[in-house]
Every structure is written in structure tokens, then in C-alpha cells.
């Protein structure tokens, strides 16, 4: 599985970018630390998911994900981000991500949410 990886700190980036090296399946492509960029990957590369984080420069995680859908750019998103807020989270599913997941809970629940949506 092809993945981006967008979020404003590098070294949360390169903990989730290390996390998904120890599996054969999960490959990080492409990084990025802003929205925009972001989005401009998921148009230009063949990617399956992009991981984004809610708040970042300019266009945050949801407008991505809401772009992509829109788009239909074929491009799964899930949010890892450290807001613990219901109705952010309600919005995130009406964007269409596939998942939605705490920073504090990326190492246990990352890598089997992003299999879960392989398929």
C-alpha cells in the first residue's frame, strides 16, 4: 500500500514514517507538512492512502480529505490527529475518511486501520 504521509512536525512524521517501515505491506512515498502539498500529491501520484493531520498549514486535513473525495481521486484518507472532539470527529466521516485516529494511539492502531481499509 502506497502511502502519503502529511503533518507539520517532521519528527511525528519520521516516528509514524518508522513505524510503518517494520511492515512489508505499508510503504510511506511521500511526506509533506502542509495541506496544499498535500492535496497536489494525491492529484499527481498514484497513491492508496494518505495519512493526514487535521491542523496543518493552510489547508488542514479535513479540506483535503473533503477535496479528495470530491475529486474523486481514489485515494483512501485517514486523520491521525491529538483532538479528542466528537463533533470534529463527526465531520471527519462526513469528509469521507476511513479512519480516525488519535497521536497517542498511532502505534497500536495505525498500521491495523490501515489494512482494514485495503480492501
Known amino acids: 500500500m502506497r502511502v502519503l504521509l502529511a503533518d507539520d512536525h517532521e519528527g511525528f512524521r519520521r516516528s509514524v514514517r518508522q513505524l510503518l517501515a ?7 512515498v511521500e511526506e509533506c507538512a502542509d495541506g496544499e502539498t498535500a492535496l497536489e500529491l494525491l492529484r499527481s501520484e498514484r497513491l492508496d492512502v494518505a495519512v493526514l493531520d487535521i491542523a496543518m498549514p493552510g489547508m488542514d486535513g479535513l479540506s483535503v480529505a473533503r477535496a479528495a473525495q470530491q475529486e474523486e481521486l481514489g485515494c483512501r484518507v485517514v486523520i491521525l490527529t491529538m483532538h479528542d472532539d466528537p463533533e470534529l470527529e463527526r465531520h471527519a ?3 469521507g475518511v476511513r479512519g480516525y ?6 502505534v497500536t492502531q495505525l498500521i491495523p486501520s490501515l489494512r482494514s481499509i485495503q480492501s
Open 93 to 95: 466521516w462526513l469528509a
Open 101 to 106: 485516529i488519535r497521536k497517542e494511539h498511532a
Open 22 to 28: 517494520t511492515t512489508e505491506d505499508l510503504r510511506v
